[in-house]
């Protein structure tokens, strides 16, 4: 045997290998060549991407789908912002509003106070309301004003209706009012339509004022206004109280008894007006000065009534001279006056 061994012999697969290989080359440099100098091909390549359009759709759906997702979630959750910061716009819109709708009724409420005043040629001081108390035993109002601002004891309050009530406390800060509609409150007032007298009473209820004793002779109707009288000098004379809505006898049906809807909004509004022109109550000693006045006069008339008849009677009897006159001052003795000769 020889040391160095042979070379294998070349098989005739490998062979037909290589020369299969070649000639694709040599097909592939000529198809080249040709699409190259006569672009034939073009057609071919635009049918076979119609072909595999399919395929490139179906390996770019996965992509699509989860841009689309990102897309719909994005928006999903701008839509929300959205939704919420509208949602909060038109709170504060619908509350503005409201507020506006408030200031404006304010606002007319005010202008009717602003029309009272200038129709009634009233000097009156605005006074914001702090407190209120509905109890149906004590119906107050505690004003924002006291005596720092001019606020006295006695006071009418009134409203753009009518009347309210009177201040019956004063600090140096607040002043206290008793309203029409206190269990304790009484009000002296005449029917607007034939004047006829009468005493309102408080109900205890803020809608709700009554009529006591009304004599079954008197005058009064359902739908009469009242308004103060001024008698007794705590009210000035003129200012509604409110109107006659029922009546009806009371158990001994001697009497009648009247509920009345009151003409002031006793249950409502911010500020209420106070009457500057404080009526001083009528007191014994004026009633007695007042009757002493008229006393006098009466006197007085008829000391002069005297004096001419006795003068007459001198005249008639042909008597000259004519009677004195009583000194100033002093009172002449009460004679009868002479009779005239017959």
Do not use: K
């Not at 005297?306 to 008597?319: F, I, N, S, T």
């Amino acid at each position: 045997m020889s040391s160095s061994a042979s070379s294998p012999p070349s098989r005739p697969g490998d062979v037909a290998g290589t020369l299969r290989l070649l000639a694709y080359l040599a097909l592939s440099c000529v198809m080249l060549v040709m699409d190259h100098r006569g672009s034939w091909l073009s057609e071919v390549r635009h049918q076979a991407s119609v072909a595999v359009q399919p395929l490139w759709w179906l390996a770019g759906l996965p992509s699509r789908l989860g841009t689309s997702m990102r897309n719909d979630a994005a928006t999903r959750s701008q839509l929300a912002e959205d939704n919420r910061r509208l949602r909060n716009e038109l709170l504060l819109l619908t509350a503005g509003q409201a507020r506006l709708r408030v200031e404006a009724t304010e606002n007319a409420r005010l202008r009717r106070l602003l029309g009272a005043v200038e129709q009634g040629n009233l000097e009156v001081q605005l006074a914001p309301i702090l407190d209120v108390d509905q109890d149906p035993t004590r119906q107050r109002l505690l004003l924002d004003a006291g005596s720092r601002n001019g606020v006295r004891e006695g006071q009418g309050v009134i409203d753009a209706g009518g009347l309210l009530g009177q201040v019956i406390a004063v600090t140096p800060s607040t002043a206290t009012v008793l309203l029409l509609t206190d269990l304790d409150h009484a009000v002296p007032v005449i029917v607007a339509r034939n004047g006829v007298r009468l005493v309102v009473y408080g109900s205890g209820h803020p809608d709700r004022l009554t009529l006591r004793s009304v004599p079954l002779s008197a005058d009064v109707e359902v739908g009469d206004v009242l308004v103060t009288s001024g008698l007794g000098g705590r009210f000035p004379p003129g200012f509604p109280v409110g109107t006659i809505a029922e009546l009806a006898p009371d158990d001994s049906r001697a009497f009648l008894t009247g509920r009345l809807t009151p003409a002031a909004q006793v249950d409502r509004g911010r500020d209420v007006l106070l009457l500057r022109d404080v009526v001083v109550p009528v007191t014994t000693a004026d009633l007695e000065a007042a009757a002493a006045e008229r006393e006098a006069a009466e006197r007085a008339e008829a000391e002069a009534a005297a004096a001419a008849a006795g003068e007459q009677a001198a005249d008639d009897a042909g008597e000259p001279g004519a009677v004195p006159s009583p000194a100033p001052g002093a009172v002449p003795p009460r004679t009868p006056a002479p009779e005239p000769v017959r």
